[in-house]
């Protein structure tokens, strides 16, 4: 069975820095690519960033990048996203997904519970 | 960006009812649409990816088709756990985007 449990959220002020992770069980980590989904309080989902199963390549929303850091460690299954200068429209429930190959496909079957930033003063 | 436009925002059924979502993409896309159901609270759960494939385990009663921009979402005799929020994303091109979403209400 797929299971995808982040964490790492919190409550941070702005200009500061998060890290979250999402550890990854009952498929071969590294064989997929995967991806960060937000949703702020209230509103839709926003695609945020991507890695692919190598860990080479990486992509990003325009409204992340150049803040924002996706990285893996296949060995220990696990998934994660840097986040820096955080800013108050960063506010929001950050999910990880698996993509269905190894190089993104941009759909996604399985996804976690997510984990609540929240960007305040 | 891709634009990906959905309608209605929202809208009021009952049980047994049949409704559909359409979704416009800004460009072609080809069939790379997919729709998400999501729940209060709950992650978005995969219904249909492709533009009309449905993801095993969901019910014969969702559909989708179209191809290119214009899309459309059905549900066939609505059920009490469909009543939710539904989103169409389109994967052909980074960044991935969504529609706006139709929050599904009970009439």
């Known amino acids: 069975e797929v299971q995808l449990l982040e964490s790492g959220g919190g409550l941070v002020q702005p200009g500061g820095s998060l890290r979250l992770s999402c550890v990854a069980s009952?498929?071969?980590?590294?064989?997929?690519?995967m991806s960060w989904v937000r949703q702020a309080p209230g509103k839709g989902l926003e695609w945020v960033s991507a890695i692919g199963g190598s860990g080479g390549t990486t992509y990003y929303a325009d409204s992340v990048r150049g803040r924002f850091t996706i990285s893996r460690d296949n060995s220990e299954n696990t998934l994660f996203l840097q986040m820096n200068s955080l800013r108050a429209e960063d506010t929001a429930t950050y999910y990880c997904?698996?993509?269905?190959?190894?190089?993104?496909?941009?759909?996604?079957?399985?996804w976690g519970q997510g984990t609540l930033v929240t960007v305040s003063s | 960006d891709i634009q990906m436009t959905q309608s209605p925002s929202s809208l009021s059924a009952s049980v047994g009812d049949r409704v559909t979502i359409t979704c416009q993409a800004s460009q072609d896309i080809g069939n790379y649409l997919n729709w998400y159901q999501q729940r209060p609270g709950k992650a978005p759960n995969l219904l249909i990816y492709d533009a009309s494939n449905l993801k095993t385990g969901v019910p014969s009663r969702f559909s989708g088709s179209g191809s290119g921009t214009d899309f459309t979402f059905t549900i066939t005799s609505l059920q009490p756990e469909d009543f939710a929020t539904y989103y169409c994303q389109q994967s052909d091109n980074l960044p991935y985007t969504f529609g706006q979403g139709t929050n599904l209400e009970i009439k």
């Open positions: 997904a698996k993509d269905e190959l190894t190089y993104t496909s941009g759909w996604y079957r399985y």
């Open positions: 009952g498929f071969t980590f590294s064989n997929y690519a």
